[in-house]
């Protein structure tokens, strides 16, 4: 069993949490605090697997103590935190700072609903509680190709097909499509960020999150980019160097509209294997647009959202997929089940894969 510590200043909220957690018979909690102060005691007494942390303490709020955890007693950490505006942002600098993910509480600071998203509170602990602290804590960055140990190969270490060696049209418009899940918001800074002004593709970026957060992503993605970044719009029409973010709650589709191709955003289909948006419904769309070199790109992230589309993208057209290695990959789930299907083409570290995406853009 993983141990677990609860920090919320709410008692209510902390019994609520607990019985989540120890009911699920994979997880024992082991203690709780009240705030920051009190959480970083008690990691250093207790040992914890892994912490569940409320953004909003007073004393010492979740920030400022998940800063020092990072700095003192490393330890995989979940967020939990309101909806507003204000609780989206510091949500995004905690994951910066190092959280492994965020649980949104369903109606503020003390949620009488959180049984809404029990399941998703024990899922998200019990991943992040197999998470490896350094990757969490080094600093994504380039580096020499000859450190990088899991680039351009499969897990089992052979080569994979590159586009050079296949009849990748080296003329044709390009779309670029990233889906991604825990770890999603640092990898997406990492390869966002790297994506020269010039790029001559629109990118549509699947990040699996609940609503309220994914226009938060957007414009601190946007702020640190050089081409645009925005939460996607129904009906807009995608423009080369710009970033689309798929909004929470909807599924985001590509559409042909006339010689230029649209957004679609709906709730009518169910999740897809839990999540709206989701990776392979963007990719099955995708499949359908004809004369369009596609680079498909899965990256960190529980599940294996994004095979399935991926399938479909490789049966109906020209594509380039790209994996993240397990190398760098906070979660290796959805690139390994990628990686399963035996259609990536090439596995690359967190820093290289804006490097290999502009590779198939020549």
């Not at 509209?257 to 948006?277: D, M, T, V, Y």
Request: aromatic share 4%; net charge neutral; glycine share 8%.
């Amino acid at each position: 069993m993983k141990k677990v510590l609860v920090v919320d200043d709410s008692a209510f909220m902390r019994k609520l949490i607990s019985d989540f957690l120890t009911a699920s018979k994979q997880l024992e909690v082991i203690g709780i605090a009240r705030n920051g102060e009190d959480a970083i005691s008690k990691i250093n007494k207790l040992r914890p697997d892994v912490v569940t942390l409320d953004v909003e303490m007073p004393r010492m709020n979740g920030i400022e103590a998940l800063r020092r955890i990072m700095g003192e007693c490393p330890v995989p950490v979940v967020m939990l935190s309101s909806t507003t505006r204000e609780g989206a942002e510091e949500t995004f600098k905690a994951m910066e700072l190092g959280a492994v993910d965020f649980i949104a509480k369903p109606s503020g600071t003390i949620s009488l609903d959180l049984h809404k998203v029990q399941d998703e509170i024990v899922e998200k602990v019990v991943a992040a509680s197999k998470v490896n602290m350094t990757k969490m804590t080094k600093t994504y960055g380039k580096r020499k190709r000859s450190e990088l140990k899991g680039s351009s190969r499969q897990a089992n270490g052979t080569e994979l097909t590159t586009a050079s060696e296949s009849n990748w049209s080296m003329n044709s418009p390009k779309i670029i499509l990233i889906g991604t899940s825990t770890g999603g918001p640092r990898a997406l800074q990492q390869v966002l960020t790297e994506l020269p002004p010039n790029l001559d593709a629109p990118v549509v970026v699947v990040q699996h999150m609940p609503p309220g957060f994914t226009r938060s992503l957007a414009n601190r993605l946007d702020g640190q980019s050089v081409i645009k970044v925005k939460e996607a719009e129904h009906e807009e029409i995608l423009q080369k160097g710009t970033a689309y973010i798929a909004p929470g709650g909807f599924h985001t589709k590509v559409v042909e509209f006339g010689s230029q191709l649209s957004i679609h955003l709906s709730k009518e289909e169910a999740p897809r294997n839990g999540h709206r948006p989701s990776v392979d419904i963007l990719f099955e769309s995708v499949s359908l647009i004809r004369d369009y070199g596609k680079i498909a790109v899965i990256m960190t992230g529980m599940g294996s959202d994004g095979s399935e589309g991926l399938i479909k993208l490789k049966e109906r057209g020209e594509v380039r997929a790209i994996a993240e290695s397990e190398e760098s990959c906070i979660v290796f789930g959805m690139p390994k089940s990628a990686i399963a299907t035996n259609l990536v083409d090439s596995v690359e570290t967190i820093g290289d894969i804006s490097q290999t995406i502009m590779k198939y853009m020549l």
